[in-house]
């Protein structure tokens, strides 16, 4: 069984690729555009990306480029399955399909390259989906003591004051749901909700790739522009950065955000990384 990725518009073909793979016995996540395949790709951790070409937004082929100049992903086996090949596309894919062609070949050829591949894992963390890492968000679910609370809410504020940020809060991953458990200057939307949905956020990648983000201008970057979060918030600054269980799982994330471009730096990542073990401990009392 592997984890796969794959991006196709045409939602006919997509639900045939989808239905194909899975009964080979893959896990099969799907995209319908580019920058929410490589959203896909950092939240997963796939064994396979397989990638059409003409798709809104990002062609395949850019996907595919953007893949290979990340060192926890250029080596990433990818395939291209696409009606027109374009220049280049063989010197960035493992293995080009032309469609038409029958979905059986699609999962032969998708078996032959992971065999090839030997299903290496090719990124630092874990899917948002492990189980481990699920039990051990679980365990920090318990309602906070409300001294613990007043204490967890001063520490955000001082954040937000330290980097100069308009809001800034802390989250505990889960599968879907980022669910804030301290924050400041966030929207009532949000504050009432008690979180968002994971595709809201860049946090599904900070914690799926285990390593800090950190965003100069949100808006113009092509897989979060679009985000709610970046629409509800005028968020264009955004740094953030994992926290950690004592086993070494990711189980949350701290964030700062702001309206303005460029308002971080790395002394933003050193602030927060520097804060992580007071947050934590304030946190880790829930269990």
């Not at 591949?117 to 090719?122: E, F, Q």
């Not at 874990?126 to 920090?140: G, I, M, S």
């Not at 906070?144 to 955000?156: Q, T, W």
């Not at 983000?213 to 113009?220: E, K, M, N």
Request: with cysteine; proline share 8%; glycine share 6%.
């Amino acid at each position: 069984m592997a984890v796969i990725v794959a991006a196709e518009d045409d939602a006919d073909v997509a639900d045939l690729l989808a239905t194909t793979l899975s009964r080979a016995g893959h896990v099969v996540h799907m995209a319908g555009t580019g920058p929410r395949a490589l959203q896909m790709v950092a939240e997963t951790h796939p064994d396979l990306v397989i990638l059409d070409h003409g798709m809104p937004g990002m062609s395949g082929l850019d996907v595919a480029r953007r893949l290979r100049a990340d060192d926890t992903t250029a080596g990433m086996p990818m395939m291209m399955l696409t009606a027109f090949a374009p220049d280049g596309a063989r010197d960035v894919f493992d293995q080009v399909l032309h469609k038409p062609i029958p979905f059986r070949q699609i999962a032969d050829v998708a078996r032959n390259l992971l065999a090839t591949t030997g299903l290496r894992k090719l990124t630092t963390g874990r899917p948002l989906n492990d189980p481990e890492r699920l039990a051990a968000v679980a365990r920090l679910l318990d309602e906070p003591d409300p001294v613990d609370e007043l204490a967890l809410a001063m520490e955000i504020a001082n954040l937000a004051e330290a980097t100069g940020a308009q809001s800034a809060a802390v989250g505990l991953v889960l599968d879907s749901t980022l669910q804030v458990v301290a924050s400041v200057g966030l929207p009532d939307l949000i504050i009432e909700a008690g979180g968002v949905p994971i595709e809201w956020t860049p946090c599904g990648v900070l914690a799926g790739n285990d390593r800090p983000v950190l965003f100069d201008d949100l808006t113009r970057d092509p897989i979060f522009r679009d985000l709610p979060l970046v629409s509800l918030s005028d968020v264009r600054s955004y740094a953030g950065v994992p926290m950690h269980s004592p086993e070494g799982l990711v189980v949350a994330s701290m964030v700062v955000m702001a309206p303005e471009p460029m308002r971080f730096s790395g002394r933003t990542l050193e602030i927060l990384t520097a804060a992580v073990p007071r947050i934590m401990k304030l946190i880790d009392r829930r269990r």
